[in-house]
């Protein structure tokens, strides 16, 4: 006992901004299926969002014109295919890039069963090489929020590179508002069977605030019988006063914004900034 308390008092500290936790997490092969079956359940909207809610934001993007038949469309973060099969079957010409290959066999198994000539690659968006090839790119729920400053000023050069003089880059991101709403969690529970393992674990969730940088953390300890892992997710919100900076220093120019990717009108107040970014030359 006195050497699972020495383990776990220091990781129960406020670490340094962005220390990253267990890197083996998206091809975990347990936690890849819980997260796999999370992006399927119409019931909620904890990992994807409801079918509804796609269903919007898609209608939303076509219906303003950023998203056309014919144009050429980089899915970010594409998980099992919920927006890109929505988009090819309104006659967009997808890629859908990933990192969890369970995602993509779900994803590449239901766009055949569609018909639906879907372009998916498993790969790390950050480390991606493509040169002027699309006409939009899409990164929807807030995965821009993820990384520190630097990573995503990364992942922005990317995407830059990745359109065409004139695409536009089509994303969402958290505001304060939202966290506000929702605070930061504190609590332990004993699962004979979940979401991070299948068998007997104990989670320890630790929620830390970062508000100097709107930035919060939230850390999950998971204790089995194989031993002790981190876990930890972090997110920076914004705001349009911060974000249009960092868009124009990667190159870009805010064209549209609202309260959500389903095109509620902007007010600034939202728990959501969804953005429109062309880019420049």
């Given amino acids: 006992m006195k050497e699972l308390l020495g383990h776990i008092a220091p990781i129960c500290r406020k670490p340094p901004l962005f220390e990253p936790g267990e890197r083996k997490f998206w091809d975990d092969p347990h936690i890849s299926k819980s997260m796999l079956e999370a992006h399927l359940d119409p019931s909620h909207d904890a990992a994807s969002r409801r079918p509804e809610i796609i269903d919007a934001t898609v209608d939303h993007l076509f219906a303003s014109g950023l998203l056309k038949e014919g144009l050429r469309v980089l899915d970010l973060g594409c998980e099992p295919g919920l927006y890109a099969e929505r988009m090819a079957r309104r006659g967009a010409c997808v890629v859908g890039v ?44 807030g995965e821009l929020c993820v990384f520190s400053d630097e990573m995503r000023d990364r992942l922005l050069r990317a995407v830059y590179r990745a359109l065409r003089a004139g695409g536009v880059f089509i ?43 709107d930035v ?11 031993g002790l892992k981190v876990y930890r997710n972090w997110y920076h919100d914004y705001s349009l006063e911060t974000l249009e900076p960092v868009l124009k220093a990667a190159g870009f120019a ?18 959501w900034l ?3 970014a062309r880019r420049d030359g």
């Avoid at 069963?113 to 879907?118: A, F, H, M, S, V």
């Avoid at 929702?182 to 970062?210: A, I, M, T």
């Avoid at 953390?217 to 204790?223: E, M, P």
Wanted: no cysteine.
């Fill in 98 to 141: 990933d990192i969890s290959e369970r995602s993509l066999d779900y994803a590449r198994n239901s766009a055949a069963q569609g018909g639906l000539d879907i372009d998916y690659r498993h790969m790390n968006f950050l480390d991606m090489d493509f040169e002027h090839e699309f006409d939009v790119a899409i990164q929807v729920y």
């Fill in 254 to 271: 805010v064209e549209k914004v609202w309260d959500d990717l389903a095109g509620t009108p902007y007010t600034g107040t939202g728990d």
């Fill in 171 to 213: 994303f969402d991101v958290t505001t304060g508002t939202l966290r506000s709403k929702k605070g930061v969690s504190n609590r332990w529970y004993l699962s004979d069977g979940g979401f991070w393992r299948p068998g007997r674990h104990l989670v320890l969730e630790l929620g830390f605030d970062y508000p100097e940088k």
């Fill in 216 to 226: 919060w953390l939230d850390q999950y300890i998971v204790i089995d019988e194989t």
């Fill in 274 to 276: 969804a953005v429109a």
